[in-house]
């Protein structure tokens, strides 16, 4: 437990970073005249959006808090990759779609949230491919190390 806290609390900053930057892209993208946290009608939902921006910081703290505590997931030796990265996956779906929804990132309802779902899966599984490709890189370094040093 006392590890989940750690991960959880290291994961915070990053979420709030990374939350921050894409906000910031696209306040710029949209060539609006003030930083904005979120969707208008999230903003529309404070009194100021300087209480949209808070609110939408403790959101990114929380998605941030959500991937680095489910990244424990992949330190239980005795589970296979497969049952690792299924039980991976639920949790960080899990956790993250109601943040995303309450981030208003998209509205609660089923078109909307089948094709975030599709778009979530593709990051997933892209974002494995990745990790699965530099795991394989690194075992054949590690082999290759080993290997020179029998000689």
Same mark, same amino acid.
């Given at each position: 437990? &006392?590890? *989940?806290?750690? !991960? ?11 939350? $921050? %930057?894409?906000?910031?892209? $696209?306040?710029?993208?949209? /060539?609006? =005249? /003030? ?5 208008? =009608?999230?903003?529309? !939902?404070? +009194? +100021?959006?300087?209480?949209?921006? $808070?609110?939408?910081?403790? *959101? ?7 991937? +680095?505590?489910? %990244? ?15 039980? /991976? $996956? ?46 394989? !890189? ?5 082999? /290759? *190390?080993? &290997? +020179? !040093? &029998?000689?």
């Amino acid at each position: 437990m &006392k590890r *989940l806290i750690e !991960r959880i609390l290291q994961g915070i900053p990053q979420g709030v970073l990374i939350g $921050f %930057s894409i906000a910031l892209v $696209f306040s710029f993208i949209y /060539h609006v =005249d /003030h930083f904005v946290p979120s969707s208008p =009608d999230f903003v529309a !939902r404070f +009194s +100021s959006n300087t209480v949209a921006t $808070f609110i939408s910081a403790l *959101l990114w703290a929380a998605m941030g808090g959500v991937f +680095s505590g489910a %990244s424990l997931i992949f330190e239980k030796e005795t589970w296979s990759i497969t049952r690792q990265t299924i039980w /991976h $996956f639920i949790i960080t779906y899990l956790g993250f779609t109601p943040l995303a929804v309450l981030a208003g990132w998209f509205p609660w309802n089923l078109p909307w949230l089948g094709g975030f779902t599709l778009i979530f899966i593709a990051m997933y599984i892209l974002q494995w491919i990745i990790y699965m490709f530099i795991a394989r !890189r690194q075992i054949e370094q590690l082999n /290759h *190390l080993v &290997k +020179s !040093r &029998k000689k």
